[in-house]
C-alpha cells in the first residue's frame, strides 16, 4: 500500500512540473477542450434518460383497447374485458420478452377509454407518446366507420402529434373474425373519410381552430403517407393473442 502511494505521488509531481512547462495559453484550451466534452456528455446523457418510453392505445369503445393492454402486459385476454370507463396506466416489460436473456427496456403502455366525454385524458398523454396505436374494431368497421376516422383526425391534427413526429400505427383489431374487414380496405375508407373531414374542416375559418394541423397537400387527394408523421396499417387480433405487429411498432419507438 505504502509502494502504491509512493508512486501515485511521484506520479502527481511529474504532473505538476509538465503543467508548469506549458505555455498558459495551451493549459487554458486543454481545459476548456475537457469542459465541453464534460458538457456534452451531460447533455447526451439527459437527452438519453428524457427519450420517452410511453405507448398511447387509444381508439372508439368496444374496439379491443384494454384486451390488447392485458394481452401486452400479461400474454391474457382477461376473459375479454368490457368497456373501460377508466384509463389502464402501466409500465412493464412486454410479455412474449420476459424470458429474453439481456437488457430489456419496459414500456409505459396506457390505454386511454374510448368514451367522447374521456377524450380530454388522450391530450393529457399525447405529449408524453413514443408512439400511438389507433384500434379499429375489423368486424364492425362501416357502422364506426365515420366515428373512427373523426377520432383518427383529431389525433393526427394535434400540434403536438405533428411537431413532435409522434408514429401512429392503425390496428385493425379483431381480423380472426370471418366477417372482419381488411387492413388494405379499411385503410382506404379511413383515408377517404378523412379526405372528406379535412375539406369540411378546412372551409372553417382558421380562428376557429386552436390547436389543428393542416393534414396532407392542399388540393390533393389525402393519404396518410402525406402525414409529417409516420403512419402505419397492421392487422391482428388481440382476444387471440395476436398481437405481435403491436409489439413491433413498440419495440421500434422504444428503444433498450
Known sequence: ?????????????????????????????????????????LAASCLKSSKSNTIVLSGLSGSGKTILFYQLRD??????????????????????????????????????PGHARLKP?????????????????????????????????????????????????????????????SKEFIKKQLEKEVNKLRESRNAISSADITDEVQLGVPGEAFNFSKCQNKVTVAEGAGLTGSVSEVEQFIREYVKA
Open 121 to 181: 385524458k388522450l391530450d393529457e398523454f399525447l405529449p408524453q407518446a413514443a408512439g400511438v396505436v389507433f384500434v379499429v374494431d375489423a368486424q364492425d368497421f362501416l357502422s364506426s366507420m365515420q366515428a373512427a376516422a373523426e377520432y383518427l383526425y383529431d389525433i393526427l391534427t394535434k400540434a403536438t402529434v405533428v411537431k413532435k413526429r409522434i408514429p401512429v400505427l392503425i390496428f385493425c383489431n379483431k381480423t380472426d373474425k370471418v366477417t372482419a374487414h
Open 75 to 112: 400474454g391474457s385476454s382477461h376473459q375479454g374485458t368490457v368497456t373501460s370507463m377508466e384509463h389502464n396506466n402501466d409500465t412493464f416489460v412486454l410479455h412474449s420478452e420476459l424470458e429474453r436473456k439481456g437488457k430489456i427496456k419496459p414500456v409505459h403502455v396506457v390505454d386511454v
Open 1 to 41: 500500500m505504502d509502494e502504491f502511494v509512493r508512486q501515485a505521488e511521484a506520479w502527481a509531481g511529474e504532473a505538476e512540473r509538465w503543467i508548469r512547462q506549458q505555455p498558459p495559453e495551451q493549459i487554458y484550451v486543454a481545459a476548456a477542450v475537457v469542459a465541453v466534452t464534460i458538457l456534452v456528455l
